[in-house]
């Protein structure tokens, strides 16, 4: 059972570009969440969303950050016009319910350069 | 808004030590509490879960209680092992989210286990 697979690991992209994280979560998982972490600070909470639908968007950014989770293929996170700011590890993590244990992805790294 | 904190943020410990991890949080309406350890450049790999209801949980080498009334949460790591050098994270979730895997996480305490 392969875990939480997140493509690309590093992703290099010139500021005003866009940058586009997938996450396919563990198999029979149908929760996803999104999490960044900055350097030198925690991870925070971006998104949550189930099979179609976002549940708690309360993290992301108020501009040009997006995420979906289709009903086919996997979950992605979606950033337009890249700042140096956005340069962050983001972390997809899935569960097979509320309350269980999540389980984390290896991380998307993210540079703007 | 729920805070949680970690200390101490770094630690080296030879080899063989046992050693304790401390986390506390502000608010007490929490659904689980998890320990994460998280490798330099990896993601994060869940150590052990503790539901609101529950004062430990072992696995191992590892031992994590959880004091609610007083938002506290320590990790106890018995006889250590140069493996074990990593950044251990704390997080919590909340019960009135409406989501119990909505994590709010501490900066995590950076461990190095000496030779």
New interface residues.
Partial sequence: NAGVMQNPRHLVRRRGQEARLRCSPMKGHSHVYWYRQLPEEGLKFMVYLQKENIIDESGMPKERFSAEFPKEGPSILRIQQVVRGDSAAYFCASSSNLGNTIYFGEGSWLTVV | KQE?TQIPAALSVPEGENLVLNCSFTDSAI??L?W?RQDP??????LL?I?SSQREQTSGRLNASLDKSSGRSTLYIAASQPGDSATY?C?V?HVN????????????TRLQVTL
């Fill in positions: 949680v659904y689980n998890q994460f450049g990896k993601g994060l790999t869940s879960l539901q994270l997080a979730s989210t409406g989501t119990a895997s909505k994590l709010t996480f501490g900066t995590g």
